[in-house]
T-cell receptor, first 115, second 111 residues
Framework: DVKVTQSSRYLVKRTGEKVFLECVQDMDHENMFWYRQDPGLGLRLIYF???????EKGDIPEGYSVSREKKERFSLILESASTNQTSMYLCASSRLWDSASYEQYFGPGTRLTVT | DAKTTQPNSMESNEEEPVHLPCNHSTISGTDYIHWYRQLPSQGPEYVIHGLTSNVNNRMASLAIAEDRKSSTLILHRATLRDAAVYYCILTNTGTASKLTFGTGTRLQVTL
């Protein structure tokens, strides 16, 4: 079974802190994604990566950065956390860079609260 | 990007079939139709996808209209574990298989 794991299920951070969310997949997938999910807004794409050290902005990249140093690991970084970044963060992975037919596999999510 | 329209919520009795509709009138010829679902407190889960022909897998069936402007996800026998939010999503190779989630259909299953 494909497994996507995220470093924490719940995280509480203070405003202004630097926050790292880690995601690891074990299926040698090329694509990896970071989404956030908020009530009434659904899932929104923050960043994605189609290869090591490659990244593309999603729909809402402001306030976030990402790092992909190894194929299996994709990190989301909040340089200076703010209360409006309180959300559920979901990581996903999929095969192949240019295929729309391959499904994405999601991790369980990290519920981040910024106080 | 082509958009999808789904009812906000639907109800079903356990053991009965469920037909979840999705309208995508602006679909392009190269758009795939994907369905995902999200159970409470979990990440989304892939259900099924198709391009032009109807598709079946162990979880569900996908019926695609001949003009591809609509599709229907069919759960043949709903169980309580099928209670979830179901998302109908279009993807295209030009968007690098990114998923754009709408608000989906919340399916309630009752005894």
């Amino acid at each position: 079974d494909v497994k996507v794991t995220q470093s924490s299920r719940y995280l509480v951070k203070r405003t202004g802190e630097k926050v790292f969310l880690e995601c690891v997949q074990d299926m040698d997938h090329e694509n990896m994604f970071w989404y956030r999910q908020d009530p009434g807004l659904g899932l929104r794409l923050i960043y994605f990566s189609y290869d090591v050290k490659m990244k593309e902005k999603g729909d809402i990249p402001e306030g976030y950065s990402v790092s992909r140093e190894k194929k299996e690991r994709f990190s989301l970084i909040l340089e200076s956390a703010s209360t409006n970044q309180t959300s559920m963060y979901l990581c996903a992975s999929s095969r192949l860079w240019d295929s729309a037919s391959y499904e994405q596999y999601f991790g369980p999510g990290t519920r981040l609260t910024v106080t | 990007d082509a958009k999808t329209t789904q009812p906000n919520s639907m109800e079903s009795n356990e053991e009965e079939p469920v037909h979840l509709p999705c309208n995508h009138s602006t679909i392009s010829g190269t758009d795939y139709i994907h369905w995902y679902r999200q159970l409470p407190s979990q990440g989304p889960e892939y259900v099924i996808h198709g391009l032009t022909s109807n598709v079946n897998n162990r979880m569900a069936s996908l019926a695609i209209a001949e003009d591809r402007k609509s599709s229907t996800l069919i759960l043949h026998r709903a169980t309580l574990r099928d209670a979830a939010v179901y998302y109908c999503i279009l993807t295209n190779t030009g968007t690098a298989s990114k998923l754009t989630f709408g608000t989906g259909t919340r399916l309630q299953v009752t005894l």
